[in-house]
DNA sequence: GATGAATGAGATTTCATTCAT
DNA sequence: CATGAATGAAATCTCATTCAT
């Protein structure tokens, strides 16, 4: 058994990994996650079998697009809280750029069998746990800084994050594009600080989102 | 046989018609627009076979939900403004209950393939030209009042409602309930006319949204 | 949900699921449990989609056959009892006849795939203990009637009819029944009362035979 | 190229041949001869490639398992014969060794797959047939002693030898091997001369087991 | 030579739709 | 009309074999 899952990958397959996971994510983003797999190993430009061999099944690459996702989305995090001067411009860069980056595979996400299989997966579980921390950082220090009102928690945040991933599906790229920062700016304004106290319910924390932790009103 | 395509169902057609509309309504919602067609017979008790009865395939079935919404939106856009009192208020309750009524079906219409069908399908268009046209009279009306930014068009404030009728699947009811109703409140602060001109791009207008007209930068 | 395992079948189910199952049994007893859904299918005058509407999968055709096939030897073993003046008799009517009957599924017992799958359903194991039980009757009754030696138990019994019924595969049918009912003959006169004593080890039973009980030396 | 076939091999690719040998002897045995080939390789500790250069497919393997197996039972036959003092001693050697042996690769021999791609291999043919020929020895020598009885032929024995040869698959190996001896102890009983004329049909010949040869009756 | 990656034909299984009961 | 069985096209997945490293 060469077993060790660590055992890095020949540069070919390597390489065939790179592509069919780059074909999956713009596929699954333009068409949802139900697309035959054969169409994704063609994207790829390699057979199906290739496929298989690096994905045991659809659901395997479900997820290692899910995590590859989640990363880039945690990489940009921490790159705006490095750069950014504000913990205040670092979200409103993320919730900008990372629309950017994916604009896309989330959408994948809404898919309730991707959905299913997401929940299960602790390796994703702790890119987003991740996440939640960083995201955290940044509310209350914005919140601090006066200028991200302070009925409003990081499951907020997460959740307007999340909401905007979904994007606008059909629609010319162009339009697709102006509508979504566009809902951003509208979401930003009324993120501001003076809206204090409008709210409805509690601040979701980032524990509300917890796909496993039972609900606590 | 009675000629006539709109010869009133018998009573149990009726009630079938019925219980698989609601079937399908639920379990789109649920689980998207992919499920056998099986699950859904059995959800609303009636054999395969009386469902393919009622709607030719899948896309008839998928179509029928649709305008079902549409309507019941329309329905609901049309109450509010007879009862509310402002534009501004009308619109308001909308983008609330809305949420309410469908929390759901919507959610289906994030599917590619049922995105496709909708898309060419006349009567769901004049559905959506109505809720259109209502709309517009809202921003219009809430613009005038001083109360609605006057940087978004009748476009934008569909885009919003859209995005918020795909709600956070999975999740307890109780948290997705809250985290909906606090996403469409910070989004409402953000439309208060104090935000003016701090969006990017331009208005976007309800022909902007038409899956049809090539897009207009 | 119609649920109730025990609905009886419509007409043409119970048909197809007829010709099914001896369709299957014909081509497992030729080719082993290996062969194409497809082909059982085709030899059974129906659709793939129909056989798997009936068994859900290989493992359950395969289960099924097995079920049906104790069954008759049960059956047959039964009817030994009751139509032979000794146990004796009984006994070596049942070891002819059994072959008769199958001379042939039981060919698929071998293959260790099917082995697997047969080991751990209740159903299957239930009619092996119903027969062990029978065959138990035959063997003390034979022994005491002094017409079976008495260092042979149920397990070595059931060991040579199970021995014997994987046949010959290949090679024309004449040959091939003729060495059977020698090969039998052989196994006969080498039970009878008069060998006491020359062989190895000590009386298998039933229960030695059992995949699950550990073995006891 | 070095030309002749026979050129002897490397050390090492040598020892790769023999252990794939060694594995799929093992393997074939306990789950038959249908296993992937990656299986079979990944036992023999090479790479799926190595298989190949040794063993251009599965049938090339397949026969040179059967080979290697004939040529083991075609040795132990010789040595009984020159080790045993009466050919009846030396058949039953043969009976009990060659279990011993095999105990198992012509289980795999039971795939009609495997039967159809032996029956055509001329190696295998020449082994069979040679071992045929010393088995004729034991059977008319053991006859001339007064041991074995007279209404059985060589195809008869081989029958016996054959059919002990498939192995109860599953149990403990402990009861599996009791059981075998057994069941050869009950067959030789049941070849003693004194059992003389109950046997149906006429003594089968070794041409009779000829797959090649028509049957005659 | 050895290795394990890639390929693609074929097997398994699912499900939309039709049709006999 | 309602039902659920049958069908077969299409999807998923496996594995024998070839070939680049």
Avoid at 28 to 51: D, K, N, S, W
Avoid at 95 to 117: D, F, G, K, N, T
Wanted: charged share 30%; net charge neutral; hydrophobic share 45%.
């Amino acid at each position: 058994m060469t077993a060790d899952p660590e055992t890095p990958l020949r540069a070919d397959a390597r390489r065939n990994r790179d592509q069919i996971l780059a074909a999956a994510r713009v596929i699954f983003a333009a068409q949802g996650a139900e697309v035959p797999m054969e169409e994704i190993a063609r994207a790829a430009g390699v057979g199906v079998g290739t496929l298989y061999r690096r994905f045991p099944d659809r659901d395997a690459l479900i997820r290692a697009v899910a995590v590859d996702n989640f990363d880039r989305v945690l990489r940009d995090a921490k790159a705006a809280k490095d750069q950014e001067s504000s913990d205040w411009d670092a979200l409103i860069r993320l919730l900008h750029q990372s629309m950017e980056l994916q604009l896309s595979i989330q959408l994948a996400m809404v898919s309730p069998r991707a959905l299913a299989i997401l929940k299960s997966d602790p390796a994703i579980k702790a890119l987003r746990d991740d996440l939640l921390v960083v995201l955290e950082g940044f509310v209350r220090g914005a919140q601090a800084e006066g200028r991200l009102r302070t009925d409003v928690g990081t499951g907020d945040v997460a959740m307007l994050f999340a909401t905007l991933l979904r994007q606008m599906p059909g629609k010319g790229h162009e339009v697709a594009r102006m509508a979504t920062r566009r809902c951003i700016g509208i979401m930003i304004d009324g993120l501001r600080a003076d809206r204090n106290g409008s709210l409805p319910g509690r601040a979701l924390t980032g524990a509300d989102l917890d796909p496993d932790r039972p609900p606590r009103p």
